[in-house]
């Protein structure tokens, strides 16, 4: 059973860095593809950043590009976002997934799993 649980939110200011992680407590994710979301505030989940599970494939939002970067442990059952040059925009809550399929990474219906969820707020 995939278990998904996020850490490492937090209040930071803009241009600060931030990383997540998010590891799968049942150890069945090794295999599945894992992904980013994110939720702020009024708006619609929406796709950050996806690798598949061998670490070969991976996609990003275009507002992300050139400042986070996933990465998966050596394990391969966690699952990091390293974020840098946060912007007030990146305030939302951040919630990790994972697919057993091979379906894009950005199509969020596609995940079987997902955590509850970790806050980010970026001040000004």
């Known amino acids: 059973q995939v278990q998904l649980v996020e850490s490492g939110g937090g209040l930071v200011q803009a241009g600060d860095s931030l990383r997540l992680s998010c590891e799968d407590s049942?150890?069945?994710?090794?295999?599945?593809?894992m992904g980013w979301f994110r939720q702020a505030p009024g708006k619609e989940r929406e796709f950050v950043a996806g690798?598949?599970?061998?670490?070969?494939?991976?996609s990003y939002a275009d507002s992300v590009k050139g400042r986070f970067t996933i990465s998966r442990g050596n394990a391969k059952n966690t699952v990091y976002l390293q974020m840098n040059s946060l912007k007030p925009e990146d305030t939302a809550v951040y919630y990790c997934?994972?697919?057993?399929?091979?379906?894009?990474?950005?199509?969020?219906?596609?995940?079987?799993?997902w955590g509850q969820g970790t806050q980010i707020t970026v001040s000004t």
């Open positions: 997934a994972a697919m057993r399929g091979t379906a894009p990474l950005d199509h969020a219906s596609e995940y079987d799993y």
């Open positions: 049942g150890r069945s994710a090794s295999t599945y593809a």
């Open positions: 690798v598949n599970w061998s670490g070969t494939r991976i």
